[in-house]
């Protein structure tokens, strides 16, 4: 709103013009016709000089004055006029402030242009910023103007003048009967002039509605809206009027919370503007210090880039090539020294790269401007950005000329003692307190990274402590010049911005006035036991394929957020992901791909989560995410709904291979009655199965419903479980007929469960629950197995058919169906060309290439291959052809409808026609009626099976009506 400009909304219509030597009679007749509450009168010049809106007619009426007068003699002089360039919100200021319900617009030159009233202002302000939880009661005019039916216009207007009141509530007795506005009284005065006398009841505007006071002001905004109208009355409880809210109340209301929302957005950003200013100071400090430590550093300290070039360096290193920084900057070592040696330079640059990793070598160099010369120590340690590529090399140069003429001296009799030292990565040292002189063993130099030959004070040493662990160090310091030992603590050191782990001890010498003097002990680097120490731990608490926190760690976290919620009252809420259709990833793509995908999935859920929250891998495709410090429900559902987005976006993996996947989210607050981490997972695992069942890549709360509903999930998954090894599935059969004889020809196997108190089990019921649970697999070998058994026991009775046995999506993704089927055939002996296999159509064309080829296999042993329910999925021409398909099973919704409707009929023989084509054998489902029969008789249709014939029946009942 306050974007737009009054020229972009305000339209000039000339009719809505008058000049002063027109009368009211003609005003009153252009508001009327025009249906508008005002008409601006203008000179020759067209400059507005006045005004006359309908409460001028009000005034009027209520003196009784002349239509025929001129407007010159009872328009309002009093004009408020605004430039057209002037915002949409700051009009509204001017035109509340000023009490005005009239704007009138021109343009530069003073001209008039048109005209905004207070009902353009409501049509262009929107409801979104208006207070949600604001009543009618708050904003509602408290005393509006009561007036008795039995009044006159006149005497009506009379009252509404003296109030100022642009409407009035018409009452009999103590009851409101609707609404007179100054509109409806100055288009009478218009229309019948001389009749004044008449009763003000005969104006009452149509469409009068009632409410009360406590309703929200936006629900009171809509109905205004709705109903079309200016104003609604407020009554109470005996339908007594005790307010009225108008359209202006709600445009003040929607101007105040809009006005509170801009202050509220101008407060935000100025803390951010300031947060940003108050970084950018921290990053200068920081640079500056950066550069004053290296400056400061005695060593010759460079930065190059891949290609060789300096990109800065130290003081020191300025005296090696005679040169100031910026003249070293932007050029190679080809630019100041030999190719010979620049190609030596160049060589360890890339050796480092190539290893990433420091590399040292030792270099003899002549400081160009004559100062120095000798044997320097270098170091080249590779760099790497935020992304971490590597972009250049840092190199340290350090001279040790002196060192190794020291080294050649005492090379004798140090390397015993330096081969125990460096064996067990302990050193001795002695630090004189007086002259703060700190000196070390061999071991003890290389452990802070000091050279041998250096001098360095006890508070430079101290520098190199990690700064979270100086603090406690100077305490025990404190506390080794009381008792005179510094006991064996465990301290952290930074070298080269690596960290060591280091355990000291040491014994303190007083002087004969008592004052401690020296300092000598021992220390030793148990770097690699503390990482190994860390690392175990890291192990134990984080998952090693993401690097997100584990199972045990979430737990952990989570029972501590419970525990803290009860005693803070903080807002919490546990968010479980389970990616959509992963399992399709590894079986299409291989595990390795859907690892791949995992670890960009979990970097996505990290960049996307705050500080204080917590995300974490719990296994397989199945993340967590932990939100802290929650203002209301809607922020979860808010970051549940970015984080379904921001996964379902397009994967790039190896090979340019891009894929998309969708994810599922159930989603449990924390409450005071949760116990553990345990059953907070759970109820949020009671979400997420909600929010799959109805649809997937969405998100469902939890609520004690679901609760009962997995519960019961989870004990049928226990039921079916002890059903496989109490045998308590069985066996039905339902013939399948040859529609010519009317012979049975072969049988359907259909499990059921006959459950020990619930009785038969419909396999609506539990093959859902079993192939979500996996047990679908056993359930299919063992139903192969029983009906292989069975149907071989009747081709030795004399009954020559075949049996029909279902194949589950799960047996087709894991590949091991040919084995399945081997060993169902090996162990009963039957026959492998009286065995047919059916598919979905859909079980088909998810797995359409891996299935081709064992579908080969098995038809190649003479199994035949039949396609269930056909015409309820893909039932396309193209991907037929591909498949070994002997027969093609007509699902039953189109059977029912023969033969009653035509197109049930007509899609029946197409695909009958097609069958023919094809050279498939066709079998209709659901055949429960002899018109049925007949029709598909005439279509040559070649069997059917359903209830016309028999429904599924256990196997002794089978028997009988094979025997019939």
Sequence with gaps: MNELRLNNIIQFNRNGVLLSNNTIEQALSIMSEAAISSVVIVDQANYPIGIFTEHDAINIIAKNISILTPLFDVMSIELFTVPDTIYLHDAYILLSNAGYRHLIVTNEKKEYLGIVSEGDFLRLMSLEHLDKLEIVEEVMDTTPLLIESSLSIQEAAKLMSERHSDYAIVTKGFSPIGVINERSISQHFMNKPENHEILIDQLILEGVHFISKSILLQEAAQLLTKHGVHQLIVVDEQEHVIGLLKRVDVLKAIHGSFFEFLITTIEKKSEALEKLIAQQQLLTEKTNLLNTVINAI?????????????????????????????????????????????????????????????????????????????????????????????????????????????????????????????????????????????????????????????????????SLVHPDDREIVQIHLMNASQTGIYDNAVRRIVIDDKIKWIAISANFSQDESGNYVKAQGMLQDITIQKNYELELERLANFD?????????????????????????????????????????????????????????????????????????????????????????????????????????????????????????????????????????????????????????????????????????????????????????????????????????????????????????????????????????????????????????????????????????????????????????????????????????????????????????????????????????????YSYLKRFPIDILKIDKSFIDDIPYKKDAMAIVKAIISMSEILGYQILAEGVEYIEQADFLKQERCHYYQGYLKSCPIPAAEFERLLDR
């Design 298 to 462: 005695p060593d010759l300290v460079w930065v190059k880039n891949i290609e060789g070039k300096y990109l800065t360096c130290n003081h020191m290193f300025e005296h090696f090539y005679g040169t100031s920084c910026s003249g070293i900057t932007g050029k190679s070592d080809y630019d100041f020294v030999q190719a010979e040696l620049a190609d030596f330079f160049r060589k360890n640059d890339q050796h480092a790269i190539e290893e990433k990793k420091p590399v040292q070598n030792e270099e003899y160099l002549i400081f160009k401007d004559g100062s120095y010369e000798g044997t320097f120590e270098t170091v080249k340690t590779p760099v790497k950005d935020t992304e971490g590529k590597i972009f250049g090399v840092l190199g340290v140069a350090r001279d040790i000329s002196e060192r190794k003429l020291r080294e050649r001296e005492l090379q004798e009799k140090d390397d015993e003692l330096r081969f125990a030292e460096e064996l067990a990565h302990v050193g001795s040292w002695i630090w004189d307190i007086k002259n703060n002189i700190f000196k070390g063993s061999d071991e003890t130099h290389r452990i802070f990274g000091i050279k041998e030959s250096e001098t360095i004070t006890f508070d430079q040493l101290l």
């Design 544 to 876: 090693s394929l993401t690097g997100l926190a584990n199972r045990t760690y979430l737990l952990a976290h989570i029972n501590k957020l419970i525990h803290r919620n009860k005693r803070n009252k903080s807002n919490a809420a546990v968010l479980l992901f389970d990616l959509d259709h992963f399992r399709d990833i590894n079986d299409s793509f291989g595990h390795n791909m859907g690892d791949e995908l995992l670890i960009q999935v979990a970097k996505r859920m990290t960049e996307r989560m705050r500080q204080e929250d917590l995300v974490a891998h719990l296994s397989g495709d199945e993340f967590v995410l932990v939100l802290e410090e929650l203002h209301n429900k809607e922020d979860v559902a808010k970051v549940a709904l970015e984080m379904i987005d921001m996964i379902s976006e397009v994967y790039v993996l190896s090979d340019n291979l891009e894929v998309r996947i969708g994810v599922s989210v159930g989603i449990v607050l924390v409450s005071e009655d949760m116990i553990n981490a345990n059953e907070l997972l759970q109820f949020a695992d009671a979400a997420l199965y909600k929010a799959k069942k109805e649809g997937r890549n969405c998100y469902r709360f939890y609520s004690n419903k679901l609760t009962v509903f997995v519960q019961e999930r989870i004990r049928y998954q226990n039921e079916i479980f002890h059903a496989l090894q109490n045998n308590e599935f069985e066996m039905y059969y339902q013939p399948q007929v040859h529609i010519e004889t009317n012979r049975i020809i072969g049988a359907e196997a259909l499990i059921r469960w006959n459950h020990p108190t619930k009785g038969v089990v419909s396999p609506t019921v539990f093959i859902p629950i079993a192939e979500e649970s996996g047990l679908i697999a056993r359930i299919g070998e063992w139903t192969l197995q029983e009906s292989c058994k069975q149907a071989k026991k009747w081709l030795e009775a004399g009954h020559d058919f075949h049996i029909s046995v279902n194949v589950s999506m799960h047996q087709l993704r894991h590949h091991n169906l040919i084995e399945v089927v081997n060993d169902a055939l090996d162990q009963s002996g039957f026959s492998p060309d009286k065995l047919i296999l059916e598919l979905t159509e859909s079980a088909m064309m998810k797995h359409e290439d891996e299935l081709i080829t064992m579908l080969h296999l098995l038809r190649a042993k003479g199994i035949g291959i039949a396609i269930d329910d056909f015409g309820t999925g893909y039932s396309s």
